[in-house]
């Protein structure tokens, strides 16, 4: 665990607290078993996290079920020679579509490609589709997609290789990890007693490295079983498998509001520093989904000196690390099929904002020392992607926040277990807070309790606090 370990509060403080936002129906699942109360208590203090039909046994064991064994068992496979680098349309690439087939076949995935099989053809290319087919028949036309292509660049070419070319690029982390993740996210929606309220597409695209074709052709075509259901969320996995310091790059979060707190309490246990990337550029699966006007995440462990080379190979994947992104990317996916609200709105804004924005946003104000402190000793200012987080941009040496650890760059997400709903609400509840306010703060992808003591007195006779 990092520094922030030390600011979490006792494990014994508000577990009852702590089980607001979770269903009635999951409470009194869970306070059947005693057993089940100590795990939650693990992972409840990231709040308001829990998919909301499906039992919470059931994802827990659907969860643990993703490991990163058997992910590597399909990235060895995959970027075994035998396939000749995956290029799409070529011998290799098409024994590539024959396994992942295979294992869909085993698992009992449904196919949805064309006329009852899991192709979905155009040209030489083949996308690879199954369906998880939803519980909730009032939303079955809300689809969400999980994709990620499989198919690389083969023996390499001047324009996709940085060489040597002529020698097969197996591509164990472009994008076998991706692909080993995705087949291991199939097997856990399927061993779910009971399916999430909405359909889940299982996408394994192709011809990604020769210019997005498969995705693109997704959003001009769609199978016969699929005509129907219009996108509504879709999560993109395209190298995730060289996890270093634990750092996930995450692009997307601000095409709907809400989805970056949503990513966070999906990160469980704060497994992950999630880096938050504004930028949203044609580079992979993503993209076309971006442009139709679904929200849409990608996940991405970073680039490194074998990015298209020969030497992306196996054994420099991080299997652990491909595990926990896999399981991050089965918490967001099941939430959002799961949820009994609608799924988040599309932004358009996001396609405008850069790290440019994204740094303008957190630049921290200069301290004046003569200023007036305030009770709390911070400045924030509101983000407009996401208005009920705003961000910390000023921390006053000395002052309660400081010394309780606020820094630049939080996100104040709730106050005293209450989400906050936007910049003003914050001000309004700390200036009337009593002596002491549970700051929750979302720091690098990570949730962080902050207990806050601040100096002088309530501005009105308010010490109870705001009713909600
Ligand atoms: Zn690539």
């Known amino acids: 665990m990092g520094p922030e370990e030390s600011f979490r509060n006792p494990p014994s403080r508000g577990v009852d607290a702590r089980w607001r936002g979770f269903g009635a129906g999951q409470l009194a699942r869970a306070i059947h078993s005693r057993a089940m109360l100590a795990c939650l208590c693990l992972t409840a203090a990231i709040g308001a996290f829990r998919p909301a039909a499906l039992a919470t046994e059931a994802i827990e064991a659907a969860r643990s079920g993703l490991r990163a064994v058997d992910a590597g068992r399909h990235v060895a496979a995959l970027a075994d020679d035998t396939f000749e680098g995956r290029e799409g349309g070529s011998r290799g690439g098409r024994a590539a579509g024959a396994y992942i087939v295979e294992s869909l076949r085993t698992a009992g995935l449904r196919p949805v490609?064309?006329?009852?099989?899991?192709?979905?053809?155009?040209?030489?290319?083949?996308?690879?589709?199954?369906?998880?087919?939803?519980?909730?028949?009032?939303?079955?036309?809300?689809?969400?997609?999980?994709g990620a292509h499989y198919d690389h660049v083969g023996y390499g070419t001047?324009?996709?290789?940085?060489?040597?070319?002529?020698?097969?690029?197996?591509?164990?982390?472009?994008?076998?990890?991706?692909?080993?993740?995705?087949?291991?996210?199939?097997?856990?929606?399927?061993?779910?007693p009971t399916p999430p309220?909405?359909?889940?597409?299982?996408?394994?695209?192709?011809?990604?490295?020769?210019?997005?074709?498969?995705?693109?052709?997704?959003?001009?075509?769609?199978?016969?079983?699929?005509?129907?259901?219009?996108?509504?969320?879709?999560l993109n996995l395209d190298m995730i498998g060289r996890l270093r310091g634990n750092r996930v790059?995450?692009?997307?979060?601000?095409?709907?509001?809400?989805?970056?707190?949503?990513?966070?309490?999906?990160?469980?246990?704060g497994a992950l520093d999630l880096i938050f990337d504004w930028d949203i550029v044609d580079?992979?699966?993503?993209?076309?989904?971006?442009?139709?006007?679904?929200?849409?995440?990608?996940?991405?462990?970073?680039?490194?000196?074998?990015?298209?080379?020969?030497?992306?190979?196996?054994?420099?994947?991080?299997?652990?690390?491909?595990?926990?992104?896999?399981?991050?990317?089965?918490?967001?996916?099941?939430?959002?099929?799961?949820?009994?609200?609608?799924?988040?709105?599309?932004?358009?804004a996001c396609r405008d904002e850069t790290n440019a924005h994204r740094d303008a946003l957190e630049k921290p104000l200069p301290v004046d020392p003569l200023a007036p402190r305030g009770r709390w000793g911070m400045s924030t200012r509101s983000d407009g992607g996401d208005p009920a987080a705003p961000v910390v941009?000023?921390?006053?040496?000395?002052?309660?926040?400081?010394?309780?650890?606020?820094?630049?760059g939080d996100r104040i997400l709730a106050i005293d277990e209450v989400p906050l709903t936007g910049q003003e609400d914050m001000l309004r509840r700390l200036a009337t807070a009593g002596e002491v306010v549970a700051l929750r703060i979302e720091r690098r992808g990570r949730m962080v309790e902050i207990d806050?003591?601040?100096a002088g007195q309530p501005a009105v006779g308010d010490r109870a606090g705001p009713t909600r």
């Open 113 to 146: 490609g064309d006329e009852g099989t899991y192709f979905q053809r155009f040209g030489a290319l083949r996308n690879i589709l199954a369906l998880v087919p939803g519980s909730d028949p009032s939303v079955s036309r809300e689809l969400v997609v999980v």
């Open 158 to 192: 001047a324009a996709n290789s940085y060489g040597p070319t002529g020698l097969i690029h197996n591509g164990a982390d472009d994008n076998a990890s991706g692909v080993a993740g995705l087949l291991e996210i199939a097997e856990a929606f399927k061993s779910l």
């Open 197 to 234: 309220r909405r359909p889940v597409l299982i996408a394994f695209w192709d011809g990604e490295e020769k210019g997005l074709l498969g995705s693109w052709h997704f959003q001009r075509a769609r199978p016969g079983a699929l005509v129907d259901i219009r996108p509504v969320f879709s």
């Open 249 to 269: 790059e995450v692009y997307g979060a601000r095409s709907a509001a809400g989805l970056r707190r949503r990513l966070v309490g999906a990160n469980r246990a």
């Open 283 to 348: 580079d992979s699966d993503h993209y076309p989904f971006v442009v139709s006007r679904v929200p849409t995440v990608m996940l991405h462990t970073g680039l490194h000196d074998e990015y298209h080379r020969p030497s992306d190979d196996v054994h420099l994947v991080n299997l652990d690390g491909l595990e926990a992104v896999t399981r991050l990317a089965f918490d967001i996916v099941a939430e959002i099929a799961d949820a009994p609200e609608p799924p988040p709105a599309f932004r358009a």
């Open 393 to 408: 941009v000023r921390v006053v040496p000395g002052s309660p926040v400081e010394k309780a650890g606020v820094v630049d």
């Open 452 to 454: 806050v003591r601040g």
